[in-house]
């Protein structure tokens, strides 16, 4: 008895913005934009588009791809910080439109690191509880209604899209798709990527919506800084718990938050650049959503093979981070 990814799906939205439109809005450059951070475009979705309406059209193509009925799912899970709203969950949005009737269903949030924790989440759960048959993870966000487009710090780095990852309990004697996984958090670094206003703390008022508090703020140069070391050390103990060389990884999938970033986790785990996986020049960070969407390109590109081993890392607000081994 063992998990596989049944199936895996992505979406983004046809709107995009470019660095020469950022350079209309703000006092940047498309030349400062893609030295720094590597990013040429991102997406943005429609006003009418929300988070839910993205990530069902990425869990739409995974269901498709491994041929199963929304009907047969037993769990939702989202991982987002743009969730349609604080309640009712994206994830029952979700269970709505697909007809899982069965399925419990609810969002995950850990930011950026959102995809590995629900990922460790739903693959934990269907071990302990064969009755779990597939479970739908998605990572979708709409960082577009959350960014400060005044603000030159934080606007250049974000888009919209989703990503879509669907499990499957199976009867074989293959190891399961999650080999090895380490996840962290730190509440001490909460405030250095975090949106101040929107919930108990501050609730919406005149005022909050006035100084700009409902949008993402980040202290960029500290972020950078604990990002790397933190994502080379979860990559390094899960590929020790495995057993697995960094040579005998197929594909590293890093969190999309800036290329340098990417080069640097991938120096530091000494895996060379073509094997490690970026689409952030066309996508910018999307958060909760990047790793799902990459996974998906690389699944439908070919790029993996069926026993390949793939890294998954990621960093995020909260702080969060971690690491996943995967045996696609
Ligand atoms: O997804 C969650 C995790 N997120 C991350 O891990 C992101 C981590 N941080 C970063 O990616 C980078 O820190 C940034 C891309 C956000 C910034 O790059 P940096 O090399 O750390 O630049 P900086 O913040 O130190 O800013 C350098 C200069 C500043 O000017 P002064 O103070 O040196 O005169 C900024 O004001 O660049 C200026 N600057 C800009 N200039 C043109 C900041 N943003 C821009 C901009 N265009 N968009």
Known sequence: ??????????????????????????????????????????????????????????????????????????????????????????????????????????DLEAACSGLLYSLEVAYSLMRVNRKYKYVLVCGAEKLSCITDWTDRNTCVLFGDGAGAVLLENVDDDQPGCVLASDLHADGNYGDILLMPAGGSRMPASEESVRERMHSIRMAGKETFKLAVPSMVSASRKVLEEAGVAPSEVKLVIPHQANQRIIHAVAQRLD?????????????????????????????????????????????????????LLLKY
């Open 1 to 106: 008895m063992s998990i596989r990814i049944a199936g895996t799906g992505s979406y983004v939205p046809d709107k995009v913005l470019t660095n020469a439109d950022l350079e209309k809005m703000v006092e940047t450059s498309d030349e400062w934009i893609r030295t720094r951070t590597g990013i040429q475009e991102r997406r943005i979705a429609a006003p009418d588009q929300a988070t839910s309406d993205m990530a069902y059209i990425a869990g739409s193509r995974a269901l498709e791809m491994a041929g199963v009925k929304g009907e047969e799912l037993s769990a939702i899970i989202v991982a987002t910080i743009t969730p349609d709203h604080v309640f009712p969950g994206t994830g029952c949005l979700l269970q709505k439109r697909f007809g899982a009737p069965g399925a419990f269903c609810f």
């Open 271 to 323: 895996v060379p650049e073509e094997r490690v996986y970026e689409n952030i020049s066309h996508y910018g960070n999307t958060s909760a959503a990047s790793i799902g969407i990459c996974l998906d390109e690389v699944v439908r590109n070919g790029l993996i093979e069926r026993g390949d081993y793939v890294l998954l890392t990621a960093f995020g607000g909260g702080l969060t981070w971690g690491a």
